[in-house]
């Protein structure tokens, strides 16, 4: 896990994140980011941003109905 640079930006990117959400780290993997959460303000946002992106991509996958044209081209 890195640190924030001056500035309040961090090196730490979203897809790191995404793994932390879907589970995909250990208990001290989850516990070092955890901690790294509590002292970084840009992480944060960036978690919260993500887990926004997500919410609304399974929200419409659910109701949204693929047009048969496009389905097509698939």
Known sequence: ???SKPGG???VDVQHWSRYVEGEF?????????SHLAECPSCRAKLKG?????????TAA??????ASV????
């Open 1 to 3: 896990m890195t640190t």
């Open 9 to 11: 930006h961090c090196e």
């Open 26 to 34: 250990s208990s001290a993997e989850c516990r070092r980011c955890e």
């Open 50 to 58: 993500l887990g926004l992106t997500l919410r609304a991509c399974r």
């Open 62 to 67: 659910t109701r949204t109905t693929m047009p």
């Open 71 to 74: 389905k097509a081209r698939a």
